[in-house]
C-alpha cells in the first residue's frame, strides 16, 4: 500500500494499540490535530451525519487538500484520520479508495456505529463531489 507520510504515521499508531480503548483515546488525539475552520459555512456542511462537520477543499497541481472540522470529538479523530488517508490524491485516486478498508486496516471499523460509518461514508462522498466538480 503506497501511503502519505500522514497515513503511514496513522497506520504505526493506531495498529500499535492493543485494543478499542487506547484507540479511542488515540483518535481523540488526532482529531486536536484538525486545523480549525474559521471560513466555513451552512454549504460547507456535510449531510448524512449525526454530528455536524463541515468540510472544505482544494485542488492544488492535480492533487487534492481537504480539510474538515465537527462539533464531536469521536468524529474529529476520524477525520483526522481520513484527512490522513486522503490528502494529496488526484480525482482519479479518491475516486478509487476504498475507505471501508483503511478504517478496517486501522483496526476501527468493527467499533464503528452504523450511524458513525454512515457519516463517513457521506464525507468521503462530500470529498468525491468536490473533486469531480473540480
Known amino acids: 500500500m503506497n501511503l502519505p507520510d500522514n497515513a503511514r504515521e496513522a497506520l504505526e499508531a493506531f495498529t500499535a494499540c492493543p485494543g478499542w480503548e487506547q484507540r479511542a483515546r488515540l483518535l481523540m488525539q488526532w482529531g486536536e490535530r484538525l ?9 460547507d456542511r456535510v449531510h448524512g ?14 492533487r487534492w487538500h481537504f480539510r474538515a472540522a465537527s462539533d464531536a ?22 475516486a478509487a479508495l476504498d475507505i471501508a478498508d483503511w478504517f478496517t486496516t486501522l483496526g476501527l471499523s468493527r467499533q464503528l456505529s452504523p450511524s458513525r460509518a454512515n457519516g463517513m461514508n457521506a464525507v468521503v462522498q462530500q470529498m468525491r463531489r468536490l473533486s469531480e466538480a473540480g
Open 35 to 43: 486545523e480549525p475552520l474559521s471560513e466555513c459555512n451552512e454549504t
Open 49 to 62: 451525519c449525526e454530528s455536524q462537520v463541515w468540510l472544505v477543499g482544494a485542488a492544488h497541481d492535480g
Open 73 to 94: 470529538r469521536l468524529i474529529s479523530g476520524l477525520l483526522a484520520v481520513l484527512l490522513a488517508r486522503v490528502n494529496g490524491l488526484s480525482a482519479a485516486e479518491l
